[in-house]
């Protein structure tokens, strides 16, 4: 395999074997819009369904399915409306839009860059040296800058804190390091927010507002009460939800990896908050990952930390034992399906990336071509979504413990003379008894306190003015009373995926080029999640042959498992394969003379190009055998003996 990634190349044969492409391209495209092919398509379904049985099925979740289109005053509730916001800034003079983040990172990484090989270039050494040598195309960039120590030191300072900084922060930054259009060295304007929400109106009168939805879990939070009731009123359980989202993305780039229409898996998880404990969590506490906790990026640094998920929540790096079963079961799932797990780290959110619902949060982070880049979030959200939907719609989104031995205790509450407070307050009185009644211990105390000594007293009840209580109309009373059920608004654990990165993290983890020849390139999927599991490739025509291909395909189709007919005999067989490789199939069974003749047919392995002969239904079983996950190739080469090795 080659070691040096081209991803020219790389994109090259995405497009031209239809992976995926712009959409609407014979129209000239929309940024951050993609179609998605045969193989494309397929591989992300397939991604889904392991997906879906490594949580959903595995851990018996409750999956259910919501509306795209959300009323505006949820996603108000929710705080979507007020914080769901990017920072953008534009160039002066051409108004290009840029999110100003990205674009302060993409300078500084540049100039980081362009220093080491200027550097390299006067040493003559390294790579800088060898593009100075060749001049031309890959040379070192005119004008390139040596920096300072200590400029490259904070260079790399601001880097590793990026995601922390507010506007201000980032616009002062843009300011004190001339960070400008890289394409037309023009001045930026001061970064603003921007609401990444697609807005629309929901019927024909325009009066409903709504939006596309930027993420799958309000459905489900909104759905708790019928999703408890569901499991019986057990806790803790968890939803979870495959769906497209939307977010009207400030500069969408880097192909898949930040679009405007993606799809998401999300897991809401629901816990008493007194008990995040997980019974399965011995299962995962051993396994050790690469965490870069919160307190090393604020130190300006970006290394990571190797430790068993048990040594970072016994140390409380990571906050509960639930958030690191999740932790260790992401993990477990990007490593199935082909993620190279020396190139996955697990980054906590600095505090003022922090999002407006969470108390502590982790993304898996994979590294490509474009860096490290955020694929799966796993967020503790607390209790804030329940509460905020709850006060919003004045609906119960509890759950419900019986407690062994009862809790008694005494507590003040209202008694209201309904003869005299209807009357007084008229529309307004249902309100107010809810907001007497709502207030904390505290103030109903101060409350009876005045009406006692004063028979009267003016309270803010969230009305535009202040309401005024006599002791005619309200007494507060000291009452015992004997709890059995404990009632509480559970936490919320949410890993989110999304889809799109994790395909196309993949795709560049599983591509490689032979070391004989750059120009035959091969997607190394894994048998479960390959789009296509077996190529079958008849060398001759004939009725003959035509049963045999019909009996291998038809076998291998009814099994589930994926085959794919090349039977364009004026290529040669080396060219089939590689154009097959190309797609990332796995297994190739040739038909031959001696499948007329003995029955016998002959399967390659796509990266070893290793081959063995057996009769049809063994290697057909083979086949089956491997991609259910029931054998590998490895246990297949202890009993079959291999032919010479195509190239």
Same mark, same amino acid.
């Given at each position: 395999?080659?070691?040096?990634?081209?991803?020219?190349?790389?994109?090259?044969?995405?497009?031209?074997?239809?992976?995926?492409?712009?959409?609407?391209?014979?129209?000239?495209?929309?940024?951050?819009?993609?179609?998605?092919?045969?193989?494309?398509?397929?591989?992300?379904?397939?991604?889904?369904?392991?997906?879906?049985?490594?949580?959903?099925?595995?851990?018996?979740?409750?999956?259910?399915?919501?509306?795209?289109?959300?009323?505006?005053? @949820?996603?108000?509730?929710?705080?979507?409306?007020?914080?769901?916001?990017?920072?953008?800034?534009?160039?002066?003079?051409?108004?290009?839009?840029?999110?100003?983040?990205?674009? @302060?990172?993409?300078?500084?990484?540049?100039?980081?860059?362009?220093?080491?090989?200027?550097?390299?270039?006067?040493?003559?050494?390294?790579?800088?040296?060898?593009?100075?040598?060749?001049?031309?195309?890959?040379?070192?960039?005119?004008?390139? @800058?040596?920096?300072?120590?200590?400029?490259?030191?904070?260079?790399?300072?601001?880097?590793?804190?990026?995601?922390?900084?507010?506007?201000?922060?980032?616009?002062?930054?843009?300011?004190?390091?001339?960070?400008?259009?890289?394409?037309?060295?023009?001045?930026?304007?001061?970064?603003?927010?921007?609401?990444?929400?697609?807005?629309?109106?929901?019927?024909?009168?325009?009066?409903?507002?709504?939006?596309?939805?930027?993420?799958?879990?309000?459905?489900?939070?909104?759905?708790?009460?019928?999703?408890?009731?569901?499991?019986?009123?057990?806790?803790?359980?968890?939803?979870?939800?495959?769906?497209?989202?939307?977010?009207?993305?400030?500069?969408?780039?880097?192909?898949?990896?930040?679009?405007?229409?993606?799809?998401?898996?999300?897991?809401?998880?629901?816990?008493?908050?007194?008990?995040?404990?997980?019974?399965?969590?011995?299962?995962?506490?051993?396994?050790?990952?690469?965490?870069?906790?919160?307190?090393?990026?604020?130190?300006?640094?970006?290394?990571?930390?190797?430790?068993?998920?048990?040594?970072?929540?016994?140390?409380?790096?990571?906050?509960?034992?639930?958030?690191?079963?999740?932790?260790?079961?992401?993990?477990?799932?990007?490593?199935?399906?082909?993620?190279?797990?020396?190139?996955?780290?697990?980054?906590?959110?600095?505090?003022?990336?922090?999002?407006?619902?969470?108390?502590?949060?982790?993304?898996?982070?994979?590294?490509?071509?474009?860096?490290?880049?955020?694929?799966?979030?796993?967020?503790?959200?607390?209790?804030?979504?329940?509460?905020?939907?709850?006060?919003?719609?004045?609906?119960?989104?509890?759950?419900?413990?019986?407690?062994?031995?009862?809790?008694?205790?005494?507590?003040?509450?209202?008694?209201?003379?309904?003869?005299?407070?209807?009357?007084?307050?008229?529309?307004?009185?249902?309100?107010?008894?809810?907001?007497?009644?709502?207030?904390?211990?505290?103030?109903?105390?101060?409350?009876?306190?005045?009406?006692?000594?004063?028979?009267?007293?003016?309270?803010?009840?969230?009305?535009?003015?202040?309401?005024?209580?006599?002791?005619?109309?309200?007494?507060?009373?000291?009452?015992?009373?004997?709890?059995?059920?404990?009632?509480?608004?559970?936490?919320?654990?949410?890993?989110?995926?999304?889809?799109?990165?994790?395909?196309?993290?993949?795709?560049?983890?599983?591509?490689?080029?032979?070391?004989?020849?750059?120009?035959?390139?091969?997607?190394?999927?894994?048998?479960?999640?390959?789009?296509?599991?077996?190529?079958?490739?008849?060398?001759?025509?004939?009725?003959?042959?035509?049963?045999?291909?019909?009996?291998?395909?038809?076998?291998?189709?009814?099994?589930?498992?994926?085959?794919?007919?090349?039977?364009?005999?004026?290529?040669?067989?080396?060219?089939?394969?590689?154009?097959?490789?190309?797609?990332?199939?796995?297994?190739?069974?040739?038909?031959?003379?001696?499948?007329?003749?003995?029955?016998?047919?002959?399967?390659?392995?796509?990266?070893?190009?290793?081959?063995?002969?057996?009769? @049809?239904?063994?290697?057909?079983?083979?086949?089956?055998?491997?991609?259910?996950?029931?054998?590998?190739?490895?246990?297949?080469?202890?009993?079959?003996?291999?032919?010479?090795?195509?190239?």
């Amino acid at each position: 395999m080659t070691k040096e990634f081209d991803r020219a190349v790389f994109e090259s044969t995405l497009t031209k074997r239809f992976f995926y492409v712009p959409s609407f391209s014979i129209y000239g495209g929309v940024a951050g819009l993609y179609d998605y092919g045969p193989i494309g398509s397929v591989l992300q379904q397939n991604l889904i369904n392991i997906w879906r049985k490594h949580f959903v099925i595995e851990e018996d979740m409750l999956e259910m399915d919501g509306a795209i289109i959300t009323p505006s005053e @949820v996603l108000k509730t929710s705080g979507h409306v007020e914080k769901f916001t990017d920072y953008m800034c534009r160039d002066v003079k051409t108004n290009e839009v840029f999110r100003a983040d990205h674009l @302060v990172e993409g300078i500084l990484e540049m100039r980081i860059e362009e220093s080491k090989l200027a550097k390299q270039a006067a040493s003559g050494e390294g790579a800088g040296a060898e593009k100075a040598k060749k001049g031309g195309k890959g040379k070192v960039p005119k004008g390139a @800058v040596v920096l300072s120590e200590e400029v490259e030191k904070k260079y790399e300072e601001i880097l590793a804190q990026i995601d922390n900084f507010n506007g201000d922060q980032l616009g002062e930054i843009i300011k004190e390091y001339e960070i400008r259009n890289p394409a037309t060295n023009n001045e930026v304007t001061e970064p603003v927010a921007f609401n990444l929400m697609f807005d629309s109106s929901i019927g024909p009168t325009g009066n409903l507002k709504g939006y596309l939805r930027p993420e799958t879990a309000q459905a489900q939070f909104v759905n708790f009460q019928r999703l408890y009731e569901f499991n019986n009123k057990k806790m803790p359980f968890a939803s979870a939800m495959v769906g497209k989202s939307f977010r009207n993305e400030i500069s969408p780039r880097a192909g898949l990896l930040r679009v405007r229409e993606f799809t998401m898996a999300e897991i809401e998880h629901y816990v008493d908050p007194l008990k995040k404990d997980h019974p399965k969590y011995e299962e995962v506490k051993e396994i050790h990952l690469n965490f870069l906790p919160a307190e090393v990026q604020e130190s300006g640094s970006s290394t990571t930390v190797s430790m068993s998920i048990g040594e970072a929540v016994e140390k409380k790096i990571v906050n509960n034992q639930t958030l690191g079963y999740f932790l260790g079961r992401i993990y477990l799932f990007l490593a199935k399906i082909g993620i190279d797990e020396t190139r996955l780290r697990f980054r906590q959110h600095m505090s003022n990336e922090m999002a407006h619902y969470a108390t502590d949060c982790w993304d898996a982070e994979i590294k490509s071509s474009y860096g490290w880049v955020e694929c799966v979030g796993c967020a503790d959200r607390s209790a804030y979504d329940l509460t905020a939907h709850s006060r919003r719609t004045g609906v119960n989104l509890c759950a419900q413990e019986e407690l062994e031995i009862p809790i008694v205790y005494d507590a003040l509450v209202c008694v209201f003379n309904k003869r005299l407070f209807g009357p007084k307050f008229k529309q307004n009185a249902k309100k107010i008894q809810e907001a007497l009644e709502a207030l904390p211990q505290e103030q109903l105390a101060e409350i009876k306190k005045e009406l006692d000594s004063a028979g009267k007293c003016s309270a803010s009840l969230g009305l535009p003015e202040p309401v005024e209580i006599t002791s005619d109309l309200l007494t507060i009373e000291m009452q015992n009373f004997k709890k059995s059920v404990r009632e509480y608004t559970p936490n919320v654990i949410e890993p989110s995926f999304g889809i799109g990165r994790i395909l196309y993290s993949l795709l560049e983890h599983s591509y490689y080029t032979r070391p004989d020849d750059a120009s035959r390139t091969v997607f190394a999927f894994n048998p479960q999640i390959s789009p296509i599991k077996c190529l079958v490739l008849p060398l001759l025509t004939g009725p003959a042959f035509s049963a045999s291909l019909n009996h291998i395909t038809k076998t291998l189709r009814s099994a589930g498992v994926a085959a794919r007919i090349d039977d364009a005999s004026s290529a040669s067989i080396g060219r089939r394969y590689a154009r097959n490789d190309e797609l990332g199939i796995p297994f190739a069974i040739t038909i031959d003379q001696l499948t007329v003749s003995e029955n016998l047919v002959t399967l390659r392995e796509r990266d070893s190009c290793q081959q063995i002969r057996a009769n @049809v239904d063994t290697i057909i079983n083979i086949v089956i055998d491997i991609v259910n996950g029931k054998s590998s190739w490895e246990d297949v080469l202890k009993s079959h003996p291999t032919l010479s090795s195509d190239s």
